[in-house]
């Protein structure tokens, strides 16, 4: 059993910055590939991004490449995203996941949920 916590939401100016954290329970987190979601409202929740179990490869959705940047720290039990040059559309509530599998963009294979955080870019 995972439980995870996001933190780091808020409001931000466009072209601005937010560092939001996920931070996990348990000592099985280096089990788990990590990723992040995001839903905006009246709109499905889509991948954002994700990493594998020992941080050495990341995967991003198109319109964050280059923007956003996922890591993670093992001995902290926690993953992070970088989000910088913020836009409008970068508006939602985020959420990491845990996935016991290969990190993937399906969002169905993961195993655990945050409760998300709310992010909001001001334009």
């Known amino acids: 059993q995972v439980q995870l916590v996001e933190s780091g939401g808020g409001l931000a100016q466009a072209g601005g910055s937010l560092r939001l954290s996920c931070a996990a329970s348990?000592?099985?987190?280096?089990?788990?590939?990590m990723g992040w979601f995001r839903q905006a409202p009246g709109k499905e929740r889509e991948f954002v991004a994700a990493i594998t179990r020992t941080g050495g490869s990341t995967y991003y959705e198109d319109s964050v490449k280059g923007r956003f940047t996922i890591s993670r720290d093992n001995a902290k039990n926690t993953v992070y995203l970088q989000m910088n040059s913020l836009k409008p559309e970068d508006t939602a509530v985020y959420y990491c996941?845990?996935?016991?599998?290969?990190?993937?963009?399906?969002?169905?294979?993961?195993?655990?949920w945050g409760q998300g955080t709310q992010v909001t870019v001001a334009s």
């Open positions: 348990g000592r099985s987190f280096s089990r788990y590939s």
């Open positions: 996941a845990a996935d016991l599998g290969p990190p993937v963009a399906d969002m169905s294979t993961y195993d655990y």
